[in-house]
C-alpha cells in the first residue's frame, strides 16, 4: 500500500487514472479485501513522510468511494 500510495503522490494525471483504475479493479471485487487495504492506507495516512501521506489520503480516498460488489452474507 505504501508503493501505491507513493506511485500516487508522484503521478501526473495520466499515471493517476491507471493508477486509479487499477485499485477498482483489484479491490472493487470483495468489500473485505478494499476494507483490508483501507485499514492498512489509515496508518499511512499518519505517517510523517509528507509526499507518502499526501498519496495516503488520496489512496484513501479511492477506496472509500468503491462499491464493491462482493459483501460477506
Known amino acids: 500500500m505504501a508503493i ?5 503522490a508522484a503521478a501526473d494525471s ?3 487514472d491507471w493508477i486509479h483504475t487499477a485499485i477498482v479493479d483489484v479491490f472493487g471485487i470483495f468489500s473485505s479485501d478494499r476494507d483490508d ?3 492498512l492506507v489509515e496508518e499511512l495516512v499518519r505517517d510523517s ?3 507518502l501521506s499526501q498519496g495516503a489520503r488520496q489512496l484513501l480516498g479511492i477506496l472509500t468511494e468503491l ?3 462482493l459483501r460477506p452474507a
Do not use: E, M, R, Y
Open 4 to 8: 501505491i500510495a507513493s506511485a500516487l
Open 49 to 51: 513522510d509528507d509526499s
Open 37 to 39: 487495504a483501507a485499514q
Open 14 to 16: 495520466d499515471h493517476g
Open 67 to 69: 462499491d464493491p460488489v
